[in-house]
């Protein structure tokens, strides 16, 4: 099945159900996933990662959010919304 999500299509797919999670926060791009400025809790991004496990599966493919390097602060996919759409997108394209 051919991936046919725009990165601006997860992007707000991500911010949409963050926002769901935090309604008090404006959340973008650049919005921090994990650390000390993350505006989600660790429940809240494992329902994000889930989220996204399910939008993957319907796209016909499986997201590995679970590296060893995934809740790294300076290189991770959750570092901020558009490194996890990033990321996403990433895993999407190599099922093509």
């Known amino acids: 099945m051919e991936f046919d999500q725009t ?14 999670q935090n ?4 959340i973008n791009e ?3 996933l994990i650390g000390d400025k ?5 429940m809240n991004l494992v329902e994000l990662c ?10 016909g493919f499986e997201f590995d959010w679970t590296s060893e390097n995934a809740m790294s ?3 991770g996919m959750f570092r901020t919304v558009k490194s996890l ?12």
């Open 7 to 20: 990165m601006e299509t997860i992007v707000t797919f991500i911010k949409d159900v963050a926002s769901e």
């Open 23 to 26: 309604s008090t926060e404006i």
């Open 30 to 32: 650049e919005t921090t």
């Open 38 to 42: 993350s505006l989600l809790d660790s």
């Open 50 to 59: 889930l989220s996204l496990e399910d939008k993957a599966s319907e796209a």
């Open 73 to 75: 602060k300076s290189k």
């Open 85 to 96: 759409a990033a990321e996403f997108n990433k895993q999407a394209k190599s099922i093509e």
